[in-house]
């Protein structure tokens, strides 16, 4: 059995015990994180929950036998005390048989809640991947879903070190679906995958707020402020160009794989996806342009097409 193949089959299985208004939810007990297949669901009861936290890390160790740096969490299941939020209750368990013993635990999306260091980047690779990666099964891709995991397995399974493999996956899955999805396809999958990961619209310019969540995560090493007029706005100019460097990903075959900016992009501007986005190399980093225009077909969503330079 394939990985992509099981990884489907856990997802199914996670979706069955799944339920909208349910109490129950599961994090880690030791960071608060709430990771992916289970970081947006919650369940009716604690004995479905506990299933769930079964297949999570089924599903965790799916992944792990070509990514030996996804990583590990201690899941627990936790009680809501309002339906309509996670925010902690009083009663938390881990698996059936496990002793855990946690009071407060913190929320995802709190100070200190991501692993720190190379762990960000590592996590929010994987956290990416997985939205998109499920996003294509709910959009009815399935077939580019097992090319894409397949594709994935080829090269990891040819790199001589784990090193490295969590920015493989995203750089191989961004070249596999721009070439077998069109851009009206992408921006689809982009957005099923945004709503995954969970929106954060705000105050302020969604585009500096995309790239200095980037940088905490160490995708991004340093970006300037995007380059428009109306940048206290929280809504997206017509153009915005973006200059950064340090950038983790690495170009391939006249492409820059961009599957990690426009994603989150995305989940602060839900309602407007970008239409188009070129880069220009800058010294040692990129020129990023990010164009919403309506009315065009979108293109360079994922991997975006590099402009030699003048």
């Given amino acids: 059995m394939t990985v992509g193949v099981t990884l489907v089959g856990i997802r199914e299985r996670i979706e069955g015990l799944a339920e909208t208004d349910g109490a129950y939810y599961v994090v880690c007990g030791r960071t608060g994180h709430r990771p992916v297949p289970v970081a947006d669901k919650r369940f009716g009861d604690r004995a479905a929950a506990r299933r769930a936290v079964s297949a999570a890390i089924e599903y965790r160790a799916a992944l792990r036998r070509y990514d030996p740096e996804v990583p590990h969490y201690d899941l627990i299941v936790c009680e809501a005390r309002d339906r309509r939020t996670t925010e902690p209750g009083h009663d938390c368990s881990g698996p059936a048989g496990a002793q855990q013993s946690l009071s407060a635990p913190i929320v995802t999306g709190t100070a200190g809640s991501e692993p720190r260091g190379r762990g960000r980047l590592v996590e929010r690779c994987h956290c990416v991947a997985a939205a998109t990666f499920e996003s294509l099964s709910d959009c009815g891709f399935r077939e580019v879903e097992r090319a894409t995991m397949e594709r ?9 070190t784990p090193d490295g493999l969590c920015l493989c996956l995203l750089e191989s899955m961004a070249a596999t679906l721009a070439d077998r999805l069109d851009g009206t396809e992408q921006a689809a999958v982009l957005t099923r995958a945004a709503e995954r990961l969970g929106t954060c619209e705000g105050e302020g310019d969604p585009v500096t707020a995309t790239f200095a969540g980037l940088v905490d995560c160490d995708v991004v090493g340093e970006f300037s402020p995007p380059e428009r007029a109306d940048r206290a706005q929280a809504t997206a100019p017509d153009v915005a ?16 794989p961009v599957l990690p900016i426009v994603v989150d992009l995305v989940r602060r501007l839900p309602d407007r996806v970008p239409t188009r986005v070129r880069v220009d190399p800058v010294g040692d980093g ?22 030699s330079p003048a």
């Fill in 152 to 160: 994935y397995t080829e090269l990891a399974e040819a790199l001589p």
């Fill in 241 to 256: 160009t973006v200059r950064f460097s340090e950038y983790a990903l690495s170009p391939r075959e006249g492409h820059l």
């Fill in 286 to 307: 990129w020129r990023l342009e990010l164009a919403f225009e309506g009315g065009s077909d979108p293109e360079g969503l994922l991997n975006a097409p590099i402009r």
